[in-house]
């Protein structure tokens, strides 16, 4: 599985931005599907997650702001972002979860290359 974020770039506080994450390859061994953020100087840390059943989490950064929508079992993932901050700076990745197929076992995590998002006061 290879992964693809894009959709970052600079926007004032307060506005928003839509990221995408798209899979190719052994898409049927996708489960869930996470974003990440990286700060500068900073730990990456996780932001929002979708599963397989469409079930939806959020940190407490990104709730009542952020929204993950899309398909995970299907490869495709969205985040939308509202209301943005000058503190979500930073360079988000989507992570995928994945399985082997036949047996079902859990198998490495995937990492997307990163899109960089810019939030000015």
């Known amino acids: 599985v290879q992964l693809q974020a894009f959709g970052g770039g600079l926007v004032q506080a307060g506005g928003s931005l839509r990221l995408s994450c798209t899979a190719s390859?052994?898409?049927?061994?996708?489960?869930?599907t996470a974003w990440y953020r990286q700060a500068p100087g900073k730990q990456r840390e996780w932001i929002a997650r979708?599963?397989?059943?469409?079930?939806?989490h959020y940190s407490d950064s990104a709730k009542g702001r952020f929204t993950v929508s899309g398909n995970s079992a299907q490869g495709a993932v969205y985040l939308q972002m509202n209301d943005l901050r000058p503190e979500d700076t930073g360079t988000y990745y989507c992570?995928?979860?994945?399985?082997?197929?036949?047996?079902?076992?859990?198998?490495?995590?995937?990492w997307g290359q990163g899109t960089q998002v810019t939030v000015s006061s």
């Open positions: 390859g052994n898409i049927p061994s996708i489960r869930d």
């Open positions: 992570k995928a979860e994945t399985i082997q197929i036949p047996s079902g076992w859990i198998d490495d995590d995937v």
């Open positions: 979708i599963t397989s059943h469409s079930i939806t």
